[in-house]
């Protein structure tokens, strides 16, 4: 367990987004044996046998998502979710940026295994050097005959295409996505029907998002049981980590799945700044549920054990706060964050989200009441589950874990008018 | 389809497999609420307002988008969907005004309704409510954007439906607002659905704005005079003055257009001549009945054979028809109900009903445009399109559908029939102005199974050619005819050698007496300056209609007569099916229908009048026709079409509906607008033979270089003056 370097194997390397650099070190050569050595069925096999779950938040197993693509003739697509909008969650940033050409190799492969002949990167509006990256690395890898039509001389076309966000948060929800991408709103749509039958302009598509996608040319190579073998039991690989916050050395971090919670924030991220204590940490990216200090203590990184101490694993965005922390705030901030991000097709998120950013900073401003507590725990009852996506649920993990942790600090701004932190 | 059984609170119904849990409900007669379910629009599941529990689902269920399974067992009436409704009725509350005793739509609102029904009593909100500001979107609706729930049944209308409109959702999240991009002024012929699919006060009519509350009214189930698509349409009477227009029953389709909806608060005009008047010297006075009565009897007694002649509105119902039909037997006099000068009578189609038009598998409009002669019949292509048809639209002019269809050409005006014509004969290079894909589409369409619609322009020579390639390929035809009932007044034999052949004839002094119910021919007759002259010449001119128009002012005797809303007549629909409209007011003042009146003055006359109208069983056969396909040549060629929001009867008397077209516009060429130096919005000048007008510049692409469409219906501006029989004329274009 701890650190294992698989996806950021090169991102050190100077030079380490040129296709040259990339070559040195076997690049590519996972696309060419997928191409000319294995049909799509074996490699989806082999992806399935790894243990891969999606990276993107939801965890889903991707072998089995690839799956459901029907084996039709009609056209399918690949899309590539780069839309990294997750507050906490800076990881893919670094594979695009650094590694551009792994992320085209993984794209590749996918796109063949599940019969794509396009593929499209979605990267968030924000990104624009990132973008740039990519769409430098494609022009290289199509001169080099390596993507586009007769891909390595395959015979087979794969065609990759960037499209920048414009910066919505919900556009990295994979059916908003597919709207934003087909140049309509991004709303999320309802389903069924799923992207797997009916996606981009209503045909069979995959949604994956960039770490997961990286991870495939290493399962190419070495077989889906050497990919299993990392991690724990049910978590099988490694992970890339993006902690921020009141930790000495904040960045992204790739580790083994199952490395102790406790060895990442206090050996790999050097530990609380200034010696101060912990108070609490959002183990997966904003809308994950906050864990307290004591709540960490001996639970490990990984799906399974995030889930047991009531959190998830998400995106792996750690936020850690430290005692200097007004709770209240962070979770106000946070409310305010989907409440402009909702898209606000559905009631329950629209509206949920205003009043409780309506609420919480008439606490935070010294206004608030006893009552306000009940009604923004009730929110789990109106919003939980209710939503058309799983945005509005999302909004809740901040502020019921909040509210219900940290209780005490809501009910001492609420007497007092003040924040006892002075903040 | 195969059927499967649901069971909701303990109710077992069964249900098609592809139904929604809600559809079961509404069958097992269980209430759920909602907002954003239309039964005429995509499930879409945005307001959550209809979450309901399903036996070992975890999470509750949006019933409106959520299928059934066989032996899935639904609850409604437990405690935690009790309180998911409460808690959204509250959510949506927040922050709305609630300003239900100023707001049109209280009574009929869906949030008023759900909110008694599932609400909780008190609310738990505290703080400010986010207003936004009333917005005006031209003199059709308002949008009053605080009252908005979002449900995007306006924008799923215009996505859906009209294949895209400037009205969408902008911003996001809680702020989200509905609205256009660029448009002031929201008015695309089919606006008034926006107000009918509102569940809330959000888009109300401007015409109903403040004037009363919807349960002072008494709706009565009537059908609509502007076309012969029938709508069916509900009409909310209060004191006898008709204040609001409904559309609760989907018949013939569940959309109506701005017509229907708007243009009817000319039943209510102060203007409208409410009591007969005769001409003293050089003026109209009010006479009695029978004073009236008994001197137009002991007039038209006078004449003898072929010295009288009736022109009534092809808008007459098919009681007053028969009525004047029987009245010109007894005269022995002519009859026609052409005053827009076609030389074509109804042709029974072989499609049967909308449905069958929906269900095509192509669709070629030629000869019209049908979003302005039957609007409703347009977004029924478009539903065949949705559904995969190919649509094509050749036509001289065109404001709606083209832009939405397949295969789209402006035609030049003045050849527009012998284009068809040789599209017909197979050669589709003949039409001009289309990429390779339109062509190779309309190849398609033609070597396949196809729905020819003729627009009301078609004259009889293109109809002949239409019906004899159609029943040679085995092509389903439509032949659409103006005005609200040509089927039923050509029922009623009540036509003769047209109405510019009567019009002559009075101008020759053969035809002594006119009477002429129901239409102001310089509107509807293309030529302008013969009204005029027969008018004029006219020894004896009786005029029955609502208003002193231009016709009106060289009669020897106006009487008054009913409004539809009023008369109780029928009519006879595009599909040949007998259409009653109920009574829906007393009539005002001592105006009455038609027949009455011919009753009455029959009587005085000593003959028998007969209002009993019978619907033919066959169309007139087309083949019989013996004219030309029309042709017109010159430099520059006018098309005169009345403009969509000019087209309804008694338009002018319409406030609102007629407000929308401020001014006339020609629609010219790129190349002409060039050659001039105009530019879009500017003045131009059309002179032609009877004078010369005024119009605003629509530059549009695609309008063939040398052909103008210019259009017509507006006040005190007669452009028939320009026109010489048909609606197409050479004329002289210049920058004004
Ligand atoms: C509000 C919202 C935002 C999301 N943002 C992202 C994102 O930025 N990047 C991402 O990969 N997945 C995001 N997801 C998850 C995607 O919907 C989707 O599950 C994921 O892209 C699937 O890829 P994976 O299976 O490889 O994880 C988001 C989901 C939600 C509900
Ligand atoms: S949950 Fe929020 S983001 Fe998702 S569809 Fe509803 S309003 Fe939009
Ligand atoms: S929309 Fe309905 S609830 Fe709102 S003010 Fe109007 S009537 Fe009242
Ligand atoms: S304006 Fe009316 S129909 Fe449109 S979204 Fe708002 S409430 Fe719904
Ligand atoms: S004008 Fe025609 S389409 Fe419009 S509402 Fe009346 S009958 Fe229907
Ligand atoms: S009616 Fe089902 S979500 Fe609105």
């Known amino acids: 367990m701890g650190e294992y370097k698989l996806l950021l194997a090169n991102v050190d390397k100077p030079d380490s987004e040129k296709l040259e650099t990339y070559r040195k070190s076997g690049g590519y050569e996972r696309l060419r044996k997928a191409l000319f050595e294995m049909k799509p069925e074996e490699i989806v096999e082999e992806v399935k046998k790894s243990g891969l779950r999606g990276r993107g938040g939801a965890g889903f197993p991707t072998g089995l998502k690839w799956s459901f693509v029907p084996k039709t003739d009609e056209p399918k697509y690949l899309v590539c979710n780069a839309d990294e909008g997750e507050p906490g969650t800076f990881k893919d940033r670094v594979i695009i940026e650094k590694d551009p050409h792994l992320l085209l190799e993984g794209i590749a492969i996918s796109a063949y295994a599940i019969g794509a002949h396009e593929a499209f990167i979605y990267i968030r509006g924000e990104y624009e050097y990132g973008a740039q990256v990519l769409e430098r690395a494609i022009k290289e890898a199509e001169e080099a005959g390596i993507l586009g039509p007769n891909a390595m001389g395959s015979g087979y076309d794969i065609k990759i295409t960037v499209h920048r966000g414009a910066g919505a948060y919900v556009c990295g929800e994979e059916t908003a996505l597919l709207n934003s991408l087909e140049g309509r709103r991004g709303h999320p749509r309802i389903r069924p029907p799923f992207p797997a039958s009916k996606g981009l302009y209503q045909h069979p598509t995959v949604i994956n998002n960039v770490e997961t996608l990286a991870t495939v040319p290493f399962i190419v190579e070495r077989g889906g049981d050497w990919y299993a073998s990392l991690g724990t039991e049910k978590s099988k690989g490694t992970k890339l980590f993006s902690i921020s916050g009141h930790v000495n050395k904040p960045g992204v971090y790739e580790l083994e799945l199952g490395t102790p919670f406790e060895e990442l924030i206090y050996e790999i991220a050097g530990g609380i700044r200034e010696g101060r204590k912990l108070k609490a940490v959002i183990p997966g990216g904003s809308s994950t549920p906050m864990l307290t200090a004591d709540e960490i203590k001996g639970v490990k990184l990984d799906y399974e054990s995030l889930q047991a101490a009531g959190s998830m694993l998400g995106s792996g965005a750690v936020i850690v706060m430290d005692e200097t922390t007004c709770i209240v705030k962070a979770v106000y901030r946070m409310a305010k964050f989907y409440a402009h991000e909702s898209c606000g097709q559905c009631t329950p998120c629209r509206e949920g989200t205003r009043w409780m950013v309506q609420i919480l900073s008439r606490i935070v401003n010294g206004k608030g009441r006893m009552e306000d507590l009940d009604v923004l725990l009730d929110m789990k009852n109106i919003m939980g589950g209710n939503c058309l996506c799983p945005l509005g649920d999302a909004a809740l993990g901040p502020l019921i874990s909040g509210i219900t942790k940290f209780r005490d600090e809501f009910v001492e701004h609420i007497k007092t008018g003040r924040c006892p932190l002075g903040g | ?551 009106a002012m060289y009669s020897d005797f106006f009487l008054p007569i009913t409004s539809f809303a009023e008369d109780g007549g029928s009519v006879v629909d595009l599909f040949w099916r007998v259409r009653r409209r109920n009574p829906a007011m007393q009539p005002k003042g001592l105006s009455r229908p038609v027949r009455d009146w011919l009753a009455l003055i029959g009587e005085a006359m000593g003959a028998d009048v007969d209002s009993q109208g019978q619907v033919a069983e066959t169309g007139w056969d087309p083949l019989q026709a013996k004219a030309e396909l029309l042709e017109v040549k010159g430099n520059t060629v006018a098309l005169v079409e009345h403009a969509f929001y000019r087209s309804a009867r008694y338009a002018s008397w319409c406030s609102r509906f007629s407000e929308v077209a401020e001014s006339p516009c020609a629609y010219i060429s790129e190349d002409d607008a060039k050659a001039l130096g105009v530019s879009d919005g500017d003045k131009v000048l059309v002179s032609g033979k009877g004078g010369k007008f005024e119009f605003v510049a629509k530059v549009r692409e695609g309008q063939p270089k040398g052909s103008i469409v210019i259009d017509a219906g507006f006040d005190r501006f007669p452009v028939t003056l320009l026109l010489n029989g048909s609606w197409v004329a050479p004329v002289e274009l210049r920058k004004a």
């Open chain 2, 1 to 551: 389809m195969g059927m499967v059984k649901v069971t909701i609170d303990g109710i077992t119904v069964e249900v098609p497999e592809n139904a929604t849990i809600l559809q079961a409900a509404m069958k097992a007669g269980v209430d759920i609420p909602y907002f954003c379910y239309h039964p005429y629009l995509k499930p879409a599941g945005l307001c959550r307002m209809c979450l309901v529990e399903v036996e070992g689902m975890p999470k509750l269920a949006p019933a409106c988008v959520t299928q059934v399974r066989d032996g899935m067992v639904v609850r409604t009436n437990t405690e935690r969907v009790k309180k998911v409704r409460e808690g959204i009725v509250e959510f949506q509350l927040l922050h709305h005004p609630l300003d239900c005793p100023i707001c049109d739509q209280a009574g009929e609102c869906y949030l008023q309704d759900i909110t008694f029904r599932y609400g909780r009593a008190t609310s738990r909100f505290v703080d400010e409510k986010e207003l936004y500001p009333t917005k005006f979107y031209g003199p059709l609706i308002v949008h009053e954007q605080s009252r908005c729930i979002l449900c995007k049944r306006c924008v799923r209308f215009c996505t859906e439906v009209l294949n895209g409109a400037d009205w969408n959702v902008y911003w996001r999240a809680a702020h989200s607002l509905i609205g256009s991009y660029e448009s002031d002024k929201v008015a695309n012929y089919f606006t008034c659905n926006l107000v009918e699919v509102c569940p809330v006060g959000a888009i109300t009519s401007r015409l109903y704005r403040y004037k009363t509350r919807i349960w002072k009214l008494e709706f009565t189930r009537s059908v609509c005079e502007h076309c012969e698509m029938g709508c069916s349409l509900d009409l909310g009477v209060r004191e006898n003055q008709l204040f609001k227009i409904k559309h609760r029953m989907a018949d013939p389709s569940p959309w109506i257009c701005d017509k229907g909806y708007y243009a009817f608060d000319y039943v209510n005009h102060a203007e409208r001549i409410l009591y007969p008047l005769a001409r003293q010297e050089n003026k109209m006075v009010s006479v009695e009945v029978e004073d009236a009565v008994s001197s137009i009897a002991d007039k038209l007694k006078n004449y003898g054979e072929g010295e009288v002649a009736f022109i009534l509105s092809p808008s007459l119902c098919l009681e007053d028809a028969a009525a004047v039909s029987s009245m010109a037997k007894a005269v022995k006099g002519l009859v026609d109900y052409r005053v827009y000068g076609e030389d074509y009578l109804p042709v029974k189609g072989n499609v049967s009903d909308i449905e069958d038009v929906e269900s095509a598998k192509a669709v070629l409009v030629v000869g019209g445009d049908v979003a302005v002669s039957h609007p409703v019949l347009a977004l029924s292509i478009l539903k065949a399109k949705n559904a995969g048809a190919k649509v094509g639209v050749l036509s001289a002019h065109d404001i709606f559908l083209g832009e939405r269809v397949d295969v789209f050409s402006l035609l030049p005006a003045g050849s527009e029939e012998p284009l068809i014509k040789e599209l017909l004969d197979g050669n589709v290079d003949a039409i001009p102005d289309l990429s390779d894909e339109e062509r190779s589409c309309l190849k398609d369409m033609l070597s396949g199974e196809l729905l020819l619609v003729a627009g009301v322009r078609a004259s009889s020579a293109l109809r002949a050619a239409i019906y004899s390639r159609s029943k040679e390929k085995g092509w389903k035809y439509l032949f659409l005819d103006r005005g609200c009932n040509a089927k039923g007044l050509y029922s009623a034999g009540a036509y003769s050698e047209g109405v510019g052949e009567i019009l002559n004839r009075v101008k020759e002094g053969k035809v002594k007496a006119l009477v002429v119910a129901g239409v102001d021919l310089f509107n509807t007759y293309p030529n302008g300056s013969l009204v005029k002259e027969a008018l004029e010449s006219a020894e004896f001119l009786v005029v029955m209609d609502l208003f002193f128009h231009d016709t």
